[in-house]
């Protein structure tokens, strides 16, 4: 069985950091394209950040323009792990934010802003900026 389940969420101040981690069963993490996905109450699904990663080529990554520079994909495919290391924190990032699979078969360059199906998402992990 697939399943995702992220962690590491909680509340933070403007300016703080978080770590998410999303740890990956049922698959092979280095044989997909890994995508970081936030909703935000009262609006839709906002793609974040994708991740190629695999021991047959070099990782590359993809970021959503308001969070260049302030957060970091990563993959530790050993351990079946997606990471989203988050820094400089704002109110606007609050959502409840969710790791997912992209479905085989999206070439990398059509990975930048997709967001999948959520039969392809975790429960999700809430992160919450507030003074």
């Keep these: 069985e697939v399943q995702l389940v992220e962690s590491g969420g909680g509340i933070v101040q403007?300016?703080?950091s978080l770590r998410l981690s999303c740890k990956s069963s049922g698959f092979r993490l280095s044989t997909h394209y890994m995508t970081w996905v936030r909703q935000a109450p009262g609006k839709g699904p906002e793609w974040v950040s994708v991740i190629s990663s695999g021991s047959d080529r070099v990782t590359d990554v993809y970021y959503l323009d308001a969070v260049k520079g302030r957060f970091t994909i990563s993959s530790d495919n050993a351990k079946n792990t997606v990471y989203l290391e988050m820094t400089g924190l704002q109110v606007q990032d609050t959502?409840?934010?969710?790791?997912?699979?992209v479905p085989v078969g999206r070439r990398w360059f059509q990975t930048k802003g997709f967001v999948p199906t959520r039969a392809y998402w975790g429960q999700g992990t809430q992160v919450t900026v507030s003074s």
Aim: proline letters at 10%; hydrophobic letters at 30%; glycine letters at 20%.
């Design 14 to 16: 403007p300016g703080g």
């Design 95 to 101: 959502a409840l934010y969710y790791c997912a699979r």
